[in-house]
């Protein structure tokens, strides 16, 4: 890690995190979204924080107690932080799981299954949740229960075949660039509530796959869709290049690289990173674009040129942390770009918390401030997570 000294550019962002965290994002989630009478989280929330819809989902009831058992442990001891993860995590254990052992995608306001989908991720954030809440509260149950959970996920990705329908047919078979980063990421969070092997196992299985498979240098990106053993599908689906996930994946190797103090890890990380930034900034609006054809191509979703709020978080916590790690100053100047962006495009300047869906030149698509897929999660991640990163830069 490059030895860092204090500045003023860090030191006033150190400063924007912590107050917007506390004093605008965590406040509008717990007034409007907490639910206390039932418990977990609405995220259908429009502008003014007003309940569109009660149907809650699952995702975020594991966000939702992850981010605020994080923000517990890391920014600010506040009970309510505590209150809210438990409610979450609790919500989660008593009511959003199948018989069958696997997590909901959406269910109603009292906890009645809605509908399932086929991935693992609503497992993924439940098990995140019981680890950083087992660690807030000092309850081991919940450590129990995520390690337990993550089993349980590691089995239901080996014997997907039986359960999970494939997306293609026979005549195409394709893997996913989705569940190999979050793994990564699961399992280091488990990391601090066990010591038990198949962690480590997970991340260096999940990690050679990325490198193996996933990163493609002729195009010099890491692609979303490829073959069973890495190979480049030219087709509309699998040319599709994510910026913002190939950007989060940087940040979650740099995690892995720091723990393991491994300099080749991070050099990957930066790669990543660094590929990712050409593809998705956007040099005439400014922001992280969605996505991007890896020849060029017109690329097939509709949402292709929207900016999204979770991109540009993303973005600013894999340039502060790869500038904390390096101390190159190309990063310190691509985090003022996506940041300045960012807080003049998605913060609301009328109502509490950020906008999540804008068009290419930064106008609001949509002014809700939550649904079924943006809540409190990638914007207070990023704004504790960068704090933590910046305070001694």
């Not at 209150?83 to 909901?104: M, V």
């Not at 997907?160 to 399992?187: C, F, R």
């Not at 991070?266 to 660094?274: F, G, K, R, S, V």
């Amino acid at each position: 890690m490059a030895k860092q000294t204090k500045t003023a550019y860090w030191q006033k962002w150190n400063s924007i995190y912590k107050d917007e965290l506390l004093k605008n994002i965590m406040p509008f989630w717990t007034k409007y979204g907490w639910d206390r009478k039932n418990g977990g989280v609405y995220t259908c929330l429009n502008r003014d924080g007003s309940i569109m819809d009660t149907t809650k989902s699952v995702w975020f009831q594991g966000r939702y107690g992850w981010m605020a058992a994080y923000a517990y442990n890391h920014v600010k001891k506040d009970k309510t932080f505590l209150e809210i993860s438990k409610s979450c995590c609790e919500f989660l254990e008593n009511h959003c799981f199948d018989t069958d052992g696997r997590a909901f995608f959406e269910v109603t306001a009292e906890g009645v299954g809605l509908r399932k989908r086929r991935y693992v991720f609503s497992e993924c954030f439940a098990a995140i949740a019981y680890a950083e809440y087992s660690l807030a509260s000092g309850d081991e149950t919940w450590a129990g229960k995520a390690l337990e959970l993550f089993k349980r996920i590691r089995k239901f990705v080996a014997e997907s075949d039986k359960w999970m329908p494939s997306k293609y047919t026979s005549a195409l078979t394709a893997q996913g660039h989705s569940l190999t980063m979050i793994l990564i990421n699961v399992a280091n969070v488990l990391k601090q509530i066990s010591d038990d092997p198949v962690l480590d196992e997970q991340i260096t299985t999940s990690i050679d796959l990325l490198v193996k498979y996933f990163i493609h240098p002729e195009f010099k990106a890491l692609l979303e869709t490829v073959g069973p053993n890495g190979e480049f599908i030219d087709t509309l689906s699998g040319r599709t290049i994510n910026p913002g996930h190939c950007i989060e994946t940087s940040w979650f190797l740099m995690d892995v690289a720091v723990e393991r103090n491994d300099p080749k890890l991070l050099d990957t990380a930066l790669q990543i990173l660094d590929w990712s930034w050409v593809w998705g900034w956007d040099k005439k609006y400014g922001g992280i674009i969605s996505f991007k054809d890896c020849r060029n191509l017109p690329p097939q979703c509709y949402e292709q040129d929207m900016k999204f709020w979770w991109p540009q978080c993303e973005t600013i916590i894999a340039m502060a942390y790869a500038y904390k790690l390096t101390g190159d100053k190309k990063y310190q100047e691509r985090h003022k770009l996506v940041s300045d962006w960012a807080w003049k495009h998605l913060k609301d300047k009328k109502f509490p918390e950020w906008y999540g869906y804008l068009h290419r030149d930064g106008t609001v698509a949509q002014p809700a401030k939550g649904n079924i897929f943006k809540g409190p999660f990638h914007i207070p991640r990023m704004l504790a997570k960068t704090w933590l990163l910046t305070k001694d830069m």
